[in-house]
């Protein structure tokens, strides 16, 4: 196979499974920096994983994740579980997502992502890629289907490949290594597997070999100014490929991107005065090249040598996210010098380490289904604070929050959405347009309202715009170009 067939097949299937959006850049204004970036336009990041480091003004920053670092691009071989017995073959899942199966690789932190249209009881349906690069899909009678494996039928060819027949006529090919196999081998060149498609149209059903999403990348600290309390706080978060936001960029490759709001962290309208200062990733640090400011921290000049009370060290829960099970926590040190703890979460094997500096807090999320967890934190082996997680509080404000399409101005060629909240409190919203790529921000008014309209460009009458919060999607409109304001 030559690179160029490779480049092309790889960013054919990224344009079949990309999985979501963006959500950076937005309009600040105009001061959008690139840390690390010379003179000559040619910008700088970490070698290990991350490519650029962005600032919008003081209010957002986004890490750009290598593609080869998110994605492996193995050669050779992986293994998949399976279970091939009287004509029935059970493949192990890892998972599924809105648009591709996981199928496990055995002694690997990966999977392969088949591209799905439906999974069900009677069938699956997978994306194949013609030879002409346009896209179809096949059909797989499904004979049962649970949590961790689907079964489908199949004939072994000469010990050598397995014939998974297909609704209509045809069949899929697996590779196979004899009757008696507990796995099959799939060869994966790039990081892409293919599995060839016998019909009258032919073509190959694509599988990308991807990092668990369990599987962390980087750990990064945000520096960050609360303006509320007047100090500099530090925001510490695991990121894994869950975080990341996928989109393609104009040249047809893949942009994998971590993105941070500060004012959406601090649940405050934009221009509040929160600030972000620097971001560092595995130990390197990139300064805001923004004119932020440098706000003190609270107090005076700080013993770094003096000792530390722990009484004055607590544990505090902040809020949660049911729907990503994720509660949020932050740890307040009072003393004079910074220290570092560790924490644990309750009947789980989760822990780590949490630095705080002198007078101030570090932010730290745990795993933590529906939102429910038990944390406790230890210096030199003594329990300092345990705290339950706050799920009165919600970290992304999914409920309670109205938005619709309201009409289409043909003249203007714009698109006027409405958003309200019932949660009293003045919020600012990122929001995107699918179909011309706008992005911008809308803040909903702590008033009598606890509303507000904003206008999109809409060229050809058609515009859905996402709301996100914190880099979530919360709620999505569309709309209909035939109601005119």
């Known amino acids: 196979m030559t690179d160029e067939h490779r480049i092309s097949r790889r960013r054919s299937l990224k344009g079949i499974a990309a999985t979501g959006a963006l959500v950076g850049g937005v ?28 600032f919008n ?3 957002s920053t986004t890490v750009y994740f290598d593609e080869e670092f998110v994605t492996p691009a193995a050669d050779g071989y992986v293994e998949v579980p399976i279970t091939a017995k009287d004509g029935s ?3 192990s899942l890892a998972g599924t997502t809105d648009n591709a199966i996981l199928l496990p690789t055995e002694g690997g932190n990966t999977y392969l992502a088949i591209p799905t249209l439906r999974l069900d009881e009677d069938y699956l349906e997978l994306v194949v890629q013609n030879d002409d690069d346009s896209t179809r899909s096949i059909k797989i009678p499904v004979e049962g289907k649970t949590e961790d494996a689907i079964t489908v039928p199949y004939k072994l060819k000469d010990g050598s490949y397995y014939k998974i027949p297909l609704e209509g006529g045809g069949y899929m090919k697996l590779p196979a290594v004899g009757k008696k196999a507990k796995s099959i081998k799939i060869p994966v060149d790039d990081g892409m597997a293919t599995f060839p498609v016998h019909d009258d149209e032919g073509g190959f059903v694509p599988a990308q070999l991807v990092r668990r999403t369990d599987d962390y990348l980087k750990r990064i600290r945000v520096r960050t100014y609360n303006a509320t309390r007047g100090r500099i706080e530090t925001v510490q978060k695991t990121v894994t490929a869950d975080d990341l936001r996928v989109y393609q960029k104009p040249d047809g490759s893949t942009a994998y991107a971590w993105t941070f709001n500060v004012f959406q962290f601090y649940d405050s309208p934009l221009g509040d005065g929160d600030k972000i200062l620097s971001v560092t990733a595995n130990g390197k640090t990139f300064d805001n090249p923004n004119d932020c400011g440098s706000k003190p921290s609270k107090g005076h000049d700080y013993d770094k040598d003096g000792k530390v009370d722990l009484g004055k060290v607590s544990l505090i829960p902040v809020c949660v996210d049911a729907e990503t099970d994720m509660a949020r926590f932050r740890v307040e040190n009072g003393n004079e010098k910074p220290i570092t703890v560790v924490y644990g979460v309750d009947d789980t094997s989760i822990t780590g380490q949490v630095t705080v500096k002198p007078k101030s807090t570090t932010y730290f999320e745990v795993p933590a289904p529906d939102g429910e967890a038990l ?8 329990q300092i604070d345990a705290a339950r997680s706050a799920t009165e509080t919600a970290c992304i404000p999914r409920d309670r929050l109205g938005f619709d399409a309201r009409c289409y101005d043909p003249d203007a060629k714009k698109a006027r959405f409405y958003v309200r ?29 606890n509303a507000e309209v904003f206008w999109v460009t809409a060229p050809d009458g058609e515009a859905t715009v996402t709301l996100y919060y ?3 999607p919360v709620a999505t409109a569309t709309v209909d170009p035939k109601e005119h304001c």
């Not at 001061?31 to 490519?51: L, M, P, Q, R, Y």
């Not at 944390?375 to 003594?382: K, L, Q």
């Open 89 to 91: 073959l059970t493949i």
């Open 375 to 382: 944390v406790g934190i230890f210096y030199d082996g003594e």
């Open 470 to 472: 914190e880099g979530h």
């Open 421 to 449: 909240s019932g949660a009293h409190a003045e919020k600012t919203f990122v929001y995107r347009v699918a179909e011309t790529g706008e992005t911008g921000t809308v803040t909903i008014p702590d008033d009598l309202t």
């Open 27 to 54: 309009g600040f204004g105009a001061n959008t920096v690139s840390a690390g970036e010379k003179k000559d336009g040619h910008e700088t990041g970490d070698e290990d994983g991350i490519t650029k480091v962005e």
């Open 57 to 59: 003004e003081c209010y």
